[in-house]
Each structure stands twice: as C-alpha cells, then as structure tokens.
C-alpha cells in the first residue's frame, strides 16, 4: 500500500538531546512537510521541501533541523535548542504546493 | 497572507442530529479548500476538497461542504452524526497561484457526539 510512515510512534528523551523523527513516503510525492500539533493550536509549518536536496524554513523552525537527500525521506531533528519540544509531530507530502496532504500517523515525542 | 478561522473550538451534538461545523479563510485570491479529520493520536485525513466547479462539494462519510466565496466561506455538514463522527476537524486553505507554499490550517474543532 502507498502511504507515508513515521517512525516511532512515542519517543522520550531526555532534556538536551537531540531527537530525530523518520519520515518515509512510497507515494512519489515531489513535497514534503514536517507540522508540529499542540492542543488547541491547531498543525504549525516547521519546515517543507519542494524537491530533493532543497528545503525552506516554515513558520517555527527554530530549534529543529531537516534534510532531504532522497525523494522519499524527509528526516526532523529535533535539537537540544527547542525550548519545548513536547508535541505531536505530523509528516506530510504532496504531488505539489498546492494540492491535499497526504499525512503519517504522527510521532509523539515527550521531554522528561 | 492566507489565514482560516474556524469559529468554534468544541461542538457537542446529540447522535443522529445534524451538525455545521464553521471554516472562514481570508484571501483575496482564488483559493483551494479542504477539510480534515484527525481521530485521536492519528495523523489527518482527507474529508472532502473544493478545487473549482460546483460549490457544494460531497466527501467521505457522509460530510458535505459548501463554498461561499461572497462569504469567504467553506462551512462542513452533515445530516446526521453518529458516534463515530466524534474527532477533530480541521480546515485548511491554499492560494491558486502563487501565495504560500503548502496549505494553511485552522485550528481545529472537536466535535462531541452525545449518545
């Protein structure tokens, strides 16, 4: 089946260390999206990639690092300079910029 | 800058009653509009989407949306909830040409089916 996995599900870390969420897509999708979720904020853009090799700053990218070395692989780090990295994290893709998403299942991380 | 408003953070509503649940956006442009519905500790799925032509868009489960563009409106329906209905909803808006990559979010509203 096409779809995007995430990986893992629910991580706990400890403050100060870096985190890296996995995204995977067999959908052949050019765009991709990383969006953090917190209650009653609705999803907020921390960074998307247009195509391979090449990725923009979303809304809150602060404290979080990506890369896109292959079309179907969008890896966040989550460093040790996010103030408050306890979230829901939301993986996406798209055919293009402006058609629907296509999302994971989320990755809950919890700081301790 | 695009932007969506949904006006309600939490609708409750009896099973079997029928339920609006309210989605405003601010462009000045021709845009895309979806609607979404996130279950708990999921990641999102499509409900429904209008690109162009008719207005009243029909999507999964029974949900319909209509678009209003004088109103800058894309308000979801349906008839009748069941239980199941119960989960976040989130509308979501993108500019034709050119504007922000990607699509913008509201903030979601919870729907509360009652038995």
């Known amino acids: 089946d096409g779809g995007i996995t995430q990986s893992p599900k629910y991580l706990f870390r400890k403050e100060g260390q870096n985190v890296t969420l996995s995204c995977e897509q067999n959908l052949n999708h050019d765009a991709m999206y990383w969006y953090r979720q917190d209650p009653g904020q609705g999803l907020r853009l921390i960074y998307y990639s247009q195509i391979v090799n090449d990725f923009q700053k979303g809304d809150i990218a602060e404290g979080y690092s990506v890369s896109r070395e292959k079309k179907e692989s969008f890896p966040l780090t989550v460093t040790s300079a996010q103030k408050n990295p306890t979230a829901f994290y939301l993986c996406?893709?798209?055919?293009?910029?402006?058609?629907?998403?296509?999302f994971g299942e989320g990755s809950r991380l919890t700081v301790l | 800058a695009q932007s969506v408003t949904q006006l309600d953070s939490q609708v409750p509503v009896f099973e079997e009653a029928p339920v609006e649940l309210r989605c405003n956006y601010s462009?000045?442009?021709?845009?895309?509009l979806f609607w979404y519905v996130q279950y708990p500790n999921q990641g999102l799925q499509l409900l429904l989407k209008?690109?162009?032509?008719?207005?009243l868009v029909k999507g999964i489960n029974g949900f319909e949306a209509e678009f209003n563009k004088s109103q800058t409106s894309f308000h979801l329906r349906k008839p009748s909830v069941h239980i199941s209905d119960t989960a976040e909803y989130f509308c979501?808006?993108?500019?034709?040409?050119?504007?922000?990559?990607?699509?913008?979010f509201g903030k979601g509203t919870h729907l509360i089916i009652q038995p």
């Open positions: 996406a893709s798209s055919r293009d910029s402006k058609r629907e998403l296509f």
């Open positions: 209008y690109l162009s032509g008719s207005t």
């Open positions: 979501a808006v993108t500019e034709r040409w050119g504007g922000a990559d990607g699509l913008t």
């Open positions: 462009s000045s442009v021709s845009v895309y």
